[in-house]
């Protein structure tokens, strides 16, 4: 679903427009639908489990941005560790085995109805959730004064320390807020499967990563757009999707995928050189 | 030693005083005992070879390396300067050789950096950065064409002229110029020499970091100079020549003393 990885990559996005990357979404998610899922499975209310969900993902983002800053390691060290860890800890716990959603959530309760649903009975709900975020992060990248200090910082660091920004407040929320998303994709993800397994949202780091790279952000920072993410998730997903409808081989898809991330970022760079006159 | 204004109660008057300053990183003294002053809308260049103590006393008083020992009076009253965010909450604005800048940022959004005009919520105003920031270009002659062009597409002369307007719009008392003209080619430093003097007509005082003593000399008005962490000299211009302070750089402060 492009709703689903493209709300987890405005946030793994945005955070590496502040020079950070997040490989621990595909864990965070699995790990936050886990938590949802044995909520419900004890009675409490979808909404208040939803809540506590939408906590627990801030948590886990909480902890890889203060990693990352207090312990001056790069985030892609720190995400690699929570991801190994998170996903170690949650297979242990689940001992692998998928849940089904059905024997706690009866169909058609007023909570499923916000996250999958059809309107009209072909519009997925989901798809408003993703422009929502994307008009969330949107006003706050490129029009509110924080979206300033995320440019700032993953721009140039030490300009944005010596002018008074808390660059490391700014890493730590981005972090945050990518790990609400994951939560929040985690719960959408089980609703719309109605079952809860523990590789839900597997692969979704590198694909988000992807996508962003080829909407025009800079894997160093300081550039980016939400618009150019949305375009690059819409790029890689329509070009999957594309690919399997002209009846590509299904195991020969990520070598198409992988050739048009070089060619795009090859396009980018080369288009991105000459705007500078270099 | 060469010094030209020793009253004891000088601060009263001088933007800025430090008084016997000392600094150590580890074992090695590089602040010993240093005094320096600067007076209202002057411009002092700080001279010195690499390795003199410099860059530390301007960090000192930047608020980047507290010192250990030492007074820093500003504008007659005793100050700790332990932050950079506090120095520019005194007045004091430092454009660094490393250019303070986000290149691929807007001018508007270099000069508002952390310090953003915001409308309700915190949402930018864009107009108000907009407008200012072309004023703040203006009142040092920078003339460009829309706040909106990103540092990246400006030419050397032309960054650090944006970061002098950046201190001057936030109404610095004191702009502290650290290798302002380092990276630059001759005309680019040139430009840079014009936006430092019209500090001063803007009633601004200016500390100017150099080697190279032929890009301060036609700006400062008093020269100081360090040595091995200590003031060996305190010279107004008209009383020294280019010759001169060559010489007193290099000669060890043992050596001017006696």
Redesign the interface.
């Known amino acids: 679903m492009i709703p689903e990885i493209g709300i987890v990559t405005l946030g793994v996005g945005m955070l590496m427009i502040c020079a950070e990357f997040d490989l621990s979404v595909g864990s965070v998610l699995p790990f936050c639908a886990f938590i949802f899922i044995t909520l419900i499975k004890n009675g409490l209310n979808t909404f208040f489990a939803l809540v506590i969900v939408l906590v627990a993902g801030a948590i886990f983002g909480l902890i890889n941005g203060l990693i990352t800053v207090k312990g001056y390691i790069p985030s892609f060290i720190t995400t690699l560790g929570t991801m190994l860890l998170w996903r170690g800890v949650l297979y242990v716990i689940t001992r692998m085995m998928p849940f089904d959603l059905r024997a706690y959530l009866q169909p058609g309760s007023v909570f499923e109805s916000i996250f999958i649903h059809e309107i009209g009975g072909f519009f997925p709900i989901q798809v408003i959730w993703f422009v929502i975020v994307g008009l969330i992060l949107g006003f706050l990248l490129h029009f509110h004064r924080f979206g300033n200090w995320v440019y700032a910082t993953g721009g140039n660091r030490l300009a944005a320390k010596a002018m008074g920004i808390n660059t490391d407040l700014v890493k730590v929320t981005c972090f945050i807020i990518v790990g609400v998303l994951c939560s929040l994709v985690g719960v959408m993800e089980t609703l719309r499967l109605e079952t809860f397994a523990s590789t839900l949202g597997r692969g979704f780091e590198l694909k988000a990563i992807a996508a962003s790279v080829v909407g025009g952000t800079f894997l160093g920072g300081g550039i980016g757009s939400i618009v150019g993410i949305i375009l690059g998730i819409l790029t890689i997903e329509f070009l999957e999707n594309g690919l399997i409808l002209m009846r590509v081989p299904v195991f020969g898809i990520s070598a198409f995928i992988g050739l048009a991330i070089i060619i795009f970022v090859l396009l980018n760079t080369y288009i991105e050189r000459k705007r500078m006159g270099k | 030693m060469v010094t030209h204004n020793s009253e004891k109660n000088s601060h009263k008057k001088s933007l800025v005083k430090m008084i016997n300053m000392h600094k150590w990183f580890g074992k090695v003294h590089a602040l010993r005992g240093v005094d320096f002053e600067v007076d209202h809308s002057e411009i002092v260049g700080l001279v010195g070879d690499n390795g003199a103590g410099k860059s530390t006393l301007i960090k000192v008083l930047s608020g980047f390396h507290p010192a250990d020992e030492g007074e820093i009076y500003f504008e007659g009253k005793k100050v700790t300067v332990t932050s ?2 506090q120095a ?1 909450k005194l007045g004091i604005e ?1 454009v ?1 050789q ?8 807007s001018i508007a ?1 270099n000069i ?5 005009p ?1 409308r309700s ?4 105003n ?1 107009k108000a950065m907009g407008d200012e920031s072309m004023e703040a270009l203006e009142s040092i002659e920078l003339h460009l064409r829309s706040p909106d062009t990103l540092i ?2 400006l030419s050397g002369g032309e960054r650090q002229g944006v970061a002098i307007a950046r201190a001057l719009h936030f109404k610095a008392k004191l702009v502290i110029l650290d290798e302002p003209t380092i990276a630059l080619s001759i005309k680019e430093a040139q430009q840079v020499l014009e936006f430092i003097k019209q500090l001063k007509k803007e009633g601004i005082a200016a500390i100017f970091i150099t080697h190279n003593l032929y890009h301060s000399f036609p700006v400062a008005e008093r020269f100081v100079i360090l040595n091995r962490g200590e003031r060996v000299a305190d010279v107004r211009k008209e009383d020294v020549s280019i010759e001169k302070l060559s010489e007193l750089i290099v000669t060890p402060p043992s050596k001017v003393d006696s």
Do not use: S
């Open positions: 950079p965010r520019r430092t660094y490393e250019q303070a800048l986000a290149p691929e940022m959004r508002f950096m952390g310090r953003e915001v919520l915190g949402f930018l864009k990246a597409m």
